[in-house]
């Protein structure tokens, strides 16, 4: 999901940029007023680890192999502020030494993966935690996290991506939506395997604090939830507002409509592709997302099972 | 894997070597954002900007066989974003277009990493104030990524070579007990990172 240079237009990569620099200070702050001086080495050597872990790969169907992004897994293990700062650096490492992922873009692909990917992944994993207070419901979050942040972050960066105008928002998203529920699929099993092989080998390091959370984190998160709506406003809604043709106005008078509506999207060769009674495959990807949620929901609640009561036997 | 694996060529030197490194970061940054900013119809300024890299990696006496293997690695990852482009009217110019600036750009950070020390980049990101706990988990990564990738390929080795027909459900659970373990063994050395710096007088 790195974006290269040359894919982003000015605005998006400013607009990226801005959104990503709010959320990595807002990080920064916390953990320069947070963390504890013998953790420092931690989150370095956190970040060469989250770049090795993507070096791991997986075989996913057809001969083809993926990897971890880790964001969730970071912020899991290591509070969401840093694992933003975390992934930013593993970016910024990728972007200025091996050329993965523009310099220009890497606004954006901060706000996708690190943003998105660790702080919004958090969001989701406290969010599951609220109903699932017990061991399972730690793993069945994981999966979730880890699943529904990627695909949020897949489906950003092809708002981007047609933001810029180099791809009609009409394949950019079913295309780059539907491979990421495939791929974070890997993201959320391995994610959770992954956890509950730390778990068995150092239950310290993902032993709870008695209180669930400190106390400024439901304040960051707030923070990072307004900068991600900001995000999802302004690099998928001018597009997802051409199918309730109702918001199409409002777009119209926010500015968008350069972005939004004078696109020639009427040739794409994409066209012709409909599920009957569902219109448009923008419309379909939107269903198919929905019902990956209850699938992935389904398959996370039994490897939550699976892997809490293998937990108990050994123990 | 050596330690300077990737970035090997940094330490050469060459005129481009020699050269201040937030000179060499400023070009490079005003390069990309020109690329990405000029409309293709200027075809001149590409032509320009590519004769100007080329002698960049001549001047700086990188082997341009290098050069290509790192552009041609590359190349994947933004041919997999730019064929979507495709399908659209004029899309094959669209395609063409996408790639002659990606390539530029992808082109000039091979050669500005392969003739900046990191060390040098990360004395500019101080001087322009960035924050000092993210140079130091910049620095920190850059000295032990090699570290940890190596420690991972040596993990994956040694389960590649206990395993004889692997099914798709026990390599997922490798790959994952890897991670797992490396996560493990990383907060374990940064334990004893931490130890180390403070006995040197870290801060």
């Not at chain 1, 593993?90 to 954006?108: K, P, R, Y």
């Amino acid at each position: 999901m790195h974006i290269p240079d040359g894919f982003l237009d000015l605005k998006t990569a400013v607009a990226t940029g801005v959104l990503s620099t709010a959320a990595v200070g807002i990080s920064l702050r916390r953990l320069n007023g947070s963390l504890p001086r013998r953790k420092v080495p931690l989150m370095g050597l956190a970040g060469a680890f989250v770049f090795a872990a993507q070096m791991v790969n997986f075989p996913v169907a057809g001969g083809t192999s993926g990897h971890l992004m880790g964001g969730v897994l970071a912020a899991v293990l290591l509070g969401p502020a840093a694992g933003v700062v975390v992934i930013t650096s593993v970016l910024i490492v990728q972007c200025l030494l091996f050329a993965d992922g523009g310099i220009v873009a890497l606004g954006a692909n901060v706000f996708n993966m690190g943003v998105i990917g660790s702080a919004g992944g958090y969001a989701i994993y406290r969010g599951v935690r609220l109903l699932f207070r017990n061991e399972r419901g730690r793993y069945l979050a994981v999966v979730l996290a880890a699943w529904g942040s990627t695909v949020l972050a897949a489906a950003c960066c092809a708002g981007e991506l047609a933001w810029s105008g180099i791809v009609p928002w009409r394949s950019a998203f079913p295309a780059m939506t539907n491979v990421h529920m495939l791929i974070a699929i890997g993201e959320a099993v391995i994610s959770a395997l992954a956890f509950s092989a730390i778990a068995a080998a150092r239950p310290d390091i993902v032993a709870e604090e008695p209180r669930s959370a400190p106390v400024h984190e439901g304040k960051d998160l707030l923070l990072y939830g307004a900068l991600i709506t900001i995000g999802v406003v302004l690099f998928i809604s001018p597009f997802a507002s051409r199918w309730p043709d109702g918001l199409e106005a409002v777009a119209a008078k926010l500015g968008f409509e350069s972005a939004a509506v004078t696109r020639p999207l009427v040739a794409s060769p994409l066209e012709g592709y409909t599920i009957p009674g569902l219109g448009s495959p923008v419309a379909a990807t939107v269903i198919a997302g929905l019902a990956g949620t209850c699938i992935v929901f389904t398959g996370g609640f039994f490897l939550a099972r699976v892997l809490t009561r293998r937990g108990r036997n050994e123990a | 894997m050596r330690h300077d694996y990737i970035d090997r060529y940094a330490r050469l030197d060459s005129p481009v070597h020699r050269l201040p490194a937030p000179l060499k970061l400023a070009l490079a940054l005003a390069l990309v954002i020109s690329t990405v900013v000029v409309p293709f119809s200027a075809f001149l300024y590409f032509v320009a900007c590519a004769l100007f890299l080329f002698s960049v990696i001549l001047l700086a006496r990188l082997p341009i066989s290098f050069v290509a293997i790192r552009l041609l690695t590359l190349e994947p990852l933004a041919a997999g974003v730019a064929i979507l482009a495709v399908m659209q009217p004029d899309g094959l110019f669209v395609l063409i277009r996408i790639l002659v600036k990606t390539n530029l750009c992808l082109l000039t950070m091979v050669l500005l990493a392969n003739t900046t020390p990191f060390a040098g980049i990360l004395d500019v990101l101080r001087s322009l104030r960035v924050p000092p706990l993210l140079i130091t988990v910049l620095a920190l990564m850059y000295r032990y990524v090699f570290l940890l990738i190596d420690q991972s390929e040596r993990m994956t080795r040694a389960r590649k070579s206990r395993t004889f027909v692997p099914r798709r459900g026990s390599r997922w659970k490798s790959a994952a007990g890897i991670v797992g373990q490396l996560f493990v063994r990383s907060t374990e050395r940064a334990e004893r990172i931490y130890a180390a710096m403070t006995a040197r007088g870290w801060r």
